[in-house]
């Protein structure tokens, strides 16, 4: 497709980006456990969590959709049903990596597959620590397709070996069905929605002071229970940094989950020099607020390991805004970026040169010269299947004169299906000065 070209008058308006997706995910498998019904307003209705909606309606649960809300009747901890055919994860690593943990524990046999972005990443980082739990899991060379067959699971003291909440949140999910209390300990706090979801569905779930240390109690009695989800923190991402890069900006985005355990990127943009400003701060279990976001000039940063699971989705965003700031950037200890959606690191640096930006690869991250201008070799870039990927280089073509294509575009549907339509409508906003 041929993207927005640069809008001179900067980026206005307002938006109520779609919801969050880690949240939309977790409350059908929770409802889906839950006794009784749950309802969801603002549900994120892209492919991403429409896989887990389909996989669970298959597993037994009743559940409807109108528009973003959806209402699940759920089937309690131990209802699940043999589904008769593999559960198809698409695009998901969400899906398939929680499913894995509920799974284990259930009482029949499940196959999972998934599209060729998702059959290329790790699922032994799920399979092995189930299995040390007394799960039945057989990967395929560590990939899916994988076969499940639900077993009786026992507790575990467990050391996580990545900094992964799909992973933590998997054996989360296995260890509500133990025999026995389970600690689980994270390498670094990653975000906790699984953690506070589960509470607030009736769980006991405590985290100690140290955000690394989670103790999880079994067999929770479970209730269904009616939730707004925030907007997702991850989509307003391109927004905030559209706004911040584009001179004679000023966007509002409505009611954003701000969760600490995801909002690395609003903690970069202020040590780079950003400007939003959060308003009306609610919290209804997930906090939220406005953020109001305008133009700024930025400095480089350097972020490492520590810094990196409560920004991940963000860190293409990370080196786009680094592309632009008055000096020489460093984003260490990423190495997980290479088994997302695709290797983002590579992706990032292959699409960023073709725009004249100069960005190096390093094994876990980049290094970016902002100072160089950007000089664009090569209009035809390419979203590389993957959403964010997609959506980062719709920002970038932003600052530049020159139209650029983009391949891939349809890969928005995976988290945010209006994306380019919200895009649209700050990009093009009459001003009256
Ligand atoms: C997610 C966790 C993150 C993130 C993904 C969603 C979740 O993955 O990248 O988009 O909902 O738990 P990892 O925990 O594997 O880093």
Redesign the pocket.
């Known amino acids: 497709m041929q993207l927005a070209a640069r809008p001179v008058a900067g980026l206005h308006g307002e938006l109520t980006v779609p919801g969050d ?2 949240i939309s ?1 977790r409350g059908i498998i929770l409802g889906a456990i839950s006794e009784g019904d749950t309802v969801l307003h603002h549900f994120l209705t892209a492919a991403d969590c429409l896989s887990t909606l389909t996989a669970f309606q298959q597993l037994g649960v009743p559940i409807e959709r109108d528009g973003t809300t959806v209402m699940i009747h759920g089937v309690g901890l131990h209802g699940l049903k043999y589904p008769g055919k593999p559960l198809d994860m698409g695009n998901s ?2 899906t398939t990596r929680l499913i894995m943990g509920l799974l284990a524990g259930q009482r029949f046999e499940t196959t999972l597959f998934g599209d060729a972005s998702l059959s290329n990443r790790p699922m032994r980082r799920v399979s092995e620590p189930l299995a040390k739990m007394g799960a039945d899991i057989c990967v395929t060379e560590g990939h899916l397709p994988a076969r499940i067959r639900g077993h009786h699971l026992h507790a575990v003291n467990y050391q996580l070996q990545v900094a ?4 933590k ?1 998997a054996l989360i999910l296995a260890a509500i069905q133990a025999d026995q209390p389970s600690t689980l300990i994270e390498k670094l706090p ?2 906790n929605h699984t953690e506070k979801m589960l509470n607030a569905f009736g769980a006991d779930i405590q985290t100690e002071s140290d955000k690394l240390t989670i103790h999880v109690a079994p067999q929770p009695a479970l209730k269904g229970v009616e939730l707004t989800v925030p907007g997702d923190m991850s989509s307003a991402a391109f927004f905030l940094v559209a706004a911040t890069l584009v001179p004679h900006s000023k966007v509002t985005l409505k009611n954003v989950g701000i969760n600490e355990t995801r909002t690395g990127l609003l903690k970069i943009l202020k040590r780079m020099g950003g400007n939003v400003v959060e308003r009306h701060r609610q919290d209804r279990g997930e906090p939220t607020a406005d953020l109001v976001v305008t133009s700024a000039a930025l400095k480089p940063i350097e972020i490492g390991e520590a810094d990196i699971p409560a920004v ?2 963000e860190l293409p965003l990370v080196a786009l805004l680094a592309a632009k700031a008055n000096g020489i950037s460093r984003i260490t200890g990423a190495g ?1 970026l290479r088994v ?1 959606e695709t290797d983002r690191i590579a992706a990032v640096v292959r699409e960023f040169s073709k725009l004249g930006i100069a960005i190096r690869e390093l094994p876990d991250g980049f290094m970016i010269d902002g100072r160089q201008p950007w000089q664009v070799n090569k209009p035809k870039l390419d979203s590389h299947g993957d959403h964010r990927i997609g959506m980062t280089l719709a920002i970038a073509s932003l600052l530049v004169d020159e139209p650029l294509q983009l391949d891939g575009a349809e890969s928005v549907n995976i988290s945010y299906p209006e994306f380019f339509d919200d895009l649209a409508s700050v990009t093009s906003v009459e001003i009256d000065s």
């Open positions: 997706k880690s995910h690593g969400t992964s909440a799909q992973v949140s990653t975000r991940i989705d997980e997302k």
